[in-house]
Nanobody, 124 residues
Framework: VQLQASGGGLVQAGGSLRLSCAASGRAASDYAVGWFRQAPGEERKYVAVISWNGAASDVADSVKDRFTISRDRAKNIIYLQINNAKPEDTAVYYC??????????????????WGQGTQVTVSS
């Protein structure tokens, strides 16, 4: 499975941005897909995950009121909607996929496939 993240850019605080992760390859639709972010000088952190069929999802508590994850199964694109962006959202955002249950994406890390990142910068 290959993952291609896009949609990053510069946004003012309070603005919105939608990131996309296009999943391709054999059985790509069978994978749970998540988003992580890494700010400068910090470790990569979990943001959100959605199940292979889009029926279940989870968003980190720290951004739950502003971020939404969704999935277009026909196109096999996973979206991360960022609303009311804050400067602390500035980071490189990565999408990741696992063939296992979505609940394992932060636990069984050797089964996680990673895409390249997309930079999000929020200006104050």
């Amino acid at each position: 499975v290959q993952l291609q993240a896009s949609g990053g850019g510069l946004v003012q605080a309070g603005g919105s941005l939608r990131l996309s992760c296009a999943a391709s390859g054999r059985a790509a639709s069978d994978y749970a897909v998540g988003w992580f972010r890494q700010a400068p000088g910090e470790e990569r952190k979990y943001v959100a995950v959605i199940s292979w069929n889009g029926a279940a999802s989870d968003v980190a508590d720290s951004v739950k009121d502003r971020f939404t994850i969704s999935r277009d199964r026909a196109k096999n694109i996973i979206y991360l909607q960022i609303n009311n962006a804050k400067p602390e959202d500035t980071a490189v955002y990565y999408c990741a996929a696992t063939r296992l249950s979505m609940d394992t994406i932060t636990i069984i890390t050797d089964k996680v496939l990673w895409g390249q990142g997309t930079q999000v910068t929020v200006s104050s």
